[in-house]
């Protein structure tokens, strides 16, 4: 009984430090999303700490109005799509891919990394806009 005590501890302890360690990968992200002005720049952030939390095989990101495209990764067959807004500007729209199905898990990790990156990017078009004119 012992052990299994100790191994319930030890169990509990493991998953408090994973939470600890993504609320602190999900902070950094925050903090590195809104440090980033160039959107290919701001994109690869993204795209190696999102990773980080959930796998995915590829990310693309498309705003045809500002001309903008980016993609990381090698395209797979199953996919979560996402339409972004900002204070409800359309912002650009966002696909994740990878060979097996996402779980509902893993879609809301990356719907609550979304939070993190919408703002950013429509800032980001904005800086790319205003270097443009």
């Given at each position: 009984m012992a052990s299994l005590l100790s191994h319930s501890a030890a169990a509990t302890n493991d998953s408090l430090y994973e939470g600890n360690a993504a609320a602190d990968r999900y902070?950094?992200?925050?903090?590195?999303?809104?440090a980033a002005f160039d959107i290919e720049n701001l994109m690869d952030v993204f795209?190696?700490?999102?990773?980080?939390?959930?796998?995915?095989?590829?990310?693309?990101?498309?705003?045809?109005?500002?001309?903008?495209?980016?993609?990381?990764?090698?395209?797979?067959?199953?996919?979560?799509h996402y339409r972004l807004f900002a204070n409800e500007d359309f912002v650009g729209d966002l696909r994740f891919t990878r060979?097996?199905?996402f779980d509902e898990g893993e879609l809301n990790i990356i719907e609550s990394l979304l939070t993190s990156l919408t703002l950013p990017i429509q800032d980001s078009l904005a800086y790319r806009d205003t270097l443009e004119a």
């Open positions: 902070s950094r992200l925050h903090h590195m999303l809104h795209y190696y700490e999102a990773q980080q939390l959930v796998h995915f095989d590829s990310v693309t990101f498309d705003n045809r109005h500002f001309d903008c495209h980016y993609q990381a990764g090698v395209h797979c067959r199953h996919s979560a060979a097996t199905p």
